[in-house]
C-alpha cells in the first residue's frame, strides 16, 4: 500500500513563508506523478501543483503560480511544497497524493491549463491526513 504523510502546517502571517513536506513509505515516490492539494474551509479540494514521475515535469495552478515551488528528493523519497508570500486565502488544509489513474479524460481550456496536466483528484488514489496551514495576522 502507498502511505504517504504530511508535514510543515501551520500558522503564518500574511506574507510569510512555509514549507509542507511529503514523505512517502512502501514505494519509490519518483514512479509515480505526486500532487499536492488543498480544502478551504467550506470549500471543495482543489489541486495545486503537480510534478511527473519518470519526467518530473512541474506544474502549478493559476492562483499560486510565481508563489508556490513543488520540488522532489529522491534520496529522502520526499516531495515539498515550498509556499511563500502568502495570503490569507490560502488557508486549509493541505494534501498530497499519489497518482495511479491517468483516465485519458479531455479536459477543455477554461482559463486554465491544470487539470489537462495534472488530472483531476480522482486520479489520485493514496492520499496522506493533511496538514493544516492557516494565514492569519
Known amino acids: 500500500q502507498l502511505h504517504l504523510v504530511e508535514s510543515g502546517g501551520g500558522l503564518v502571517q500574511p506574507g510569510g513563508s512555509l514549507r509542507l513536506s511529503c514523505t512517502a513509505s512502501g514505494f519509490t515516490l519518483n514512479s509515480y506523478g505526486i500532487g499536492w492539494f488543498r480544502q478551504a474551509p467550506g470549500k471543495g479540494r482543489e489541486g495545486i501543483s503537480c510534478i511527473g514521475g519518470s519526467d518530473g515535469i512541474k506544474y502549478y495552478e493559476n492562483s499560486v503560480k510565481g508563489r508556490f515551488t513543488i520540488s522532489r528528493d529522491n534520496a529522502k523519497n520526499m516531495v515539498y511544497l515550498q509556499m511563500n508570500s502568502l495570503k490569507p486565502e490560502d488557508t486549509g488544509v493541505y494534501y498530497c497524493?499519489?497518482?495511479?489513474?491517468?483516465?485519458?479524460?479531455?479536459?477543455?481550456?477554461?482559463?486554465?491549463?491544470?487539470?489537462?496536466?495534472?488530472?483531476?483528484?480522482?486520479?489520485?488514489?493514496?492520499w496522506g491526513p493533511g496538514t493544516q496551514v492557516t494565514v492569519s495576522s
Open positions: 497524493a499519489v497518482r495511479t489513474v491517468y483516465s485519458g479524460k479531455y479536459y477543455p481550456y477554461s482559463g486554465s491549463y491544470y487539470p489537462a496536466i495534472c488530472g483531476e483528484s480522482s486520479e489520485y488514489t493514496d
